[in-house]
């Protein structure tokens, strides 16, 4: 019994001692061993090997064209003047009593049974789905079973991302917050020297590159001459908590939320130490005035770290960006738009709040493949002169979703909870009624 | 989510209702998946509340003459089979379909498909479009954009042009035959992409 318990101690240390060795110190220092890349030649080797062989499998649906895009049904082109145009074939125009036609409703009718099987808002809230299997049972949605050798396949998969990756990743992630409480408490007792500052971007920086090899990350960054600067706004699109770390990882921001408790709060607390961030408490949220003016207040100290913020307002799917808030934009300063966007073949990053919890979410995380994503940095961008808010935050999120090739609605992500306004329903009437008695409609 | 066949096995009577609607089991599992997503509070069975939910249904104008057709009879909560068959009736028509007199139509043919349509306009389901529900159906398109006096002057006309027997209401009949140049299949169907 205690051989046993002897041999199982001394396999533990040596995982230890690999581990801290192999891929926290080079993570630290930021230098690279390689091993990761190597992993990535294997696992796109593989992926494509199980393409070939679902490809072949599946001969008989290849009439089922695959879309590119996430929808589910086929939508009719046209605005909704030509398609009741169409409808109404080449009658004439009746002289009196508006033109109106019986067929104009079925116009609406499907309109409205197209929004009931699948609607623009809720699809950008469930994870994209991938054009081939990657071998990961949660992105199974219509491959069946194909041959042994790929089941077989799938089932290594399952060991070696279970057994292997996910208590390699779990124990990184651990050493990488425990490191970030320790650092940033310690930095916070010296006095305000410059090399606290020095040192406080080297302890940030070191756990989040710990963090990032937890959860298997490769990250490219693109045009990194334009990375945001001190006293300037951060803005990117929103997709799961580790955006920040995705980010952090090349940088160092001042990160904006809501103080929580328990372990975050204690991370929280940690971190404000050593460099300002600025947490909210729940109440202060709600004064819009306060939270813009203490942002300011940030902002405008040039020597201050940029801050990060997410004006989306919640996750998304990867797929579009949505409204940004106008908030972010009053503050004034410059802003350094960030195009994030994860490659969905090698593990899905998005965070559906309404499906899975922190916990939950992060286990997926650490049992995906791996975490690949892009980062564009967009050249800073500032508001013009006469130009609103809203102006310069379509502005914004415009170029962000041309440079991360996303599809850029202007829907609020706060309607995943809240009730349209009214005022939708009368812009779509107006419109209509434009069609059946003309321009001379009363107000 | 997880394969076509567990989930198809969790839904009641698939077999019938497939039968019946003619929808695929890969489509049979999306709308599965869609009932269960609009169903936030995970009731097992959809009211009228749920579909508020949808905002592109929230900004159309005819939005709970819709819904209303879900809901028949007065009735507060709508299973999965009776939610799948109302969207059977938008289904693309089947175009090798024999004609067989014995065969009841299908859900999606082009008669069904005229009367689903004749239903949001019919809503005392007498069989007929009085003037009133048609009154009714431009209030609810036009609301505040157009005066009374053109509403009512809209609706005269359409009665006008497509009462064939003079009874100052537009029955069944009559509606299919103002409507035999419309293309109802293609627009009146929806394709499903995958």
């Known amino acids: ?443 | 989510m997880g394969s076509t066949a567990s989930t198809l096995s969790k839904i009641p009577d698939v077999e019938t209702l497939m039968q019946e609607t003619g929808f695929t089991p890969a489509h049979m599992v999306r709308l599965y998946d869609r009932f269960k997503a609009l169903d936030k509070e995970r009731k097992g069975h959809l009211c009228p509340q749920d579909f508020g939910a949808i905002k592109e249904l929230a900004e159309n104008p005819i939005g709970d003459r819709i819904v209303g057709a879900f809901f028949s009879q007065g009735q507060e909560t709508l299973d999965f089979h009776s939610f799948v068959r109302i969207l059977a009736h938008f289904r693309p028509v089947d175009k090798d379909r024999p004609r067989d007199p014995n065969v009841p139509e299908p859900i999606n043919s082009r008669s069904n498909k005229l009367k689903f349509a004749f239903q949001l306009y019919d809503q005392d389901k007498d069989g007929k479009i009085s003037r009133a529900e048609l009154l009714q159906v431009l209030r609810a398109m036009l609301e505040m954009q157009v005066t009374e006096e053109q509403l009512e002057s809209i609706a005269d006309r359409t009665i006008q042009e497509a009462d064939l027997d003079r009874d100052e209401a537009i029955s069944f009949d009559e509606f299919r035959k103002s409507l035999e140049k419309v293309n109802i299949d293609h627009k009146m169907s929806i394709r499903f992409l995958r």
């Open chain 1, 1 to 443: 019994m205690d051989e046993l318990w002897g041999v199982v101690f001394s396999a533990i240390k040596a995982w230890f001692t690999l581990v801290v060795l192999l891929i926290m110190f080079p993570a630290m220092l930021g230098v690279s061993l390689g091993i990761t890349e190597t992993y990535m030649k294997i696992l796109v080797k593989t992926l494509k090997w199980a393409t070939v062989r679902i490809e072949k499998g599946s001969e008989e649906r290849k009439t089922l064209k695959v879309s590119s895009s996430n929808g589910l049904i086929q939508r009719l082109d046209g605005s909704m003047e030509e398609q009741i145009w169409e409808l109404r074939g080449s009658r004439p125009k009746p002289p009196v009593g508006g033109d109106f036609t019986l067929s104009d409703v079925f116009y609406f009718s499907r309109k409205g049974i197209e929004s009931i099987v699948e609607d623009e808002v809720t699809q950008r809230f469930t994870s994209e789905e991938l054009a081939s299997w990657n071998l990961l049972t949660r992105t199974n949605y219509n491959f069946h079973y194909i041959s042994l050798r790929l089941t077989v396949l799938w089932g290594v998969g399952v060991i070696v991302r279970y057994c292997v990756l996910l208590p390699l990743r779990v124990t990184l992630a651990s050493i990488g917050l425990s490191w970030l409480v320790i650092g940033t408490t310690a930095v916070g007792f010296l006095p305000n020297w410059r090399i606290k500052e020095w040192l406080s971007e080297l302890v940030h920086l070191m756990c989040y590159r710990i963090c990032a090899r937890g959860l298997s990350a490769t990250i490219h960054y693109h045009n990194r001459e334009n990375r945001p600067k001190k006293g300037g706004i951060c803005v990117a699109n929103h997709t799961s908590p580790i955006d920040v770390v995705i980010l952090a990882n090349d940088g160092c921001y001042a990160m904006v939320g809501q103080v929580h408790g328990g372990l975050m709060g204690v991370v929280q607390r940690a971190m404000v130490r050593s460099c300002p961030h600025i947490w909210f408490e729940r109440a202060e949220m709600k004064d819009r005035h306060l939270v813009t003016q203490r942002l300011r207040d940030h902002a405008n100290d040039k020597t201050k770290l940029p801050i990060l913020i997410f004006p989306e307002g919640t996750c998304i799917n990867n797929t579009s960006v949505m409204m940004f808030k106008k908030g972010s934009f009053e503050i004034g300063g410059t802003i350094y738009p960030v195009a994030i966007k994860y490659d969905p073949q090698f593990g899905d990053a998005f965070w559906n709040s309404a499906k899975y919890n922190m916990v939950s979410y992060l286990l997926r995380m650490m049992t995906s493949w791996a975490i690949v994503c892009n980062v564009w940095y967009l050249p800073p961008m500032t508001q013009h002169e006469g130009e609103s808010a809203i102006q310069f935050a379509n502005r914004v999120k415009s170029a962000i979703a041309h440079q991360g090739g996303l599809v850029d609605l202007s829907w609020d992500g706060g309607l995943k909870r809240a009730k349209v306004k009214d005022v939708l329903k009368e812009q779509q009437q107006k419109k209509y009624s434009n069609m059946v008695v003309g321009e001379d409609s009363s107000d």
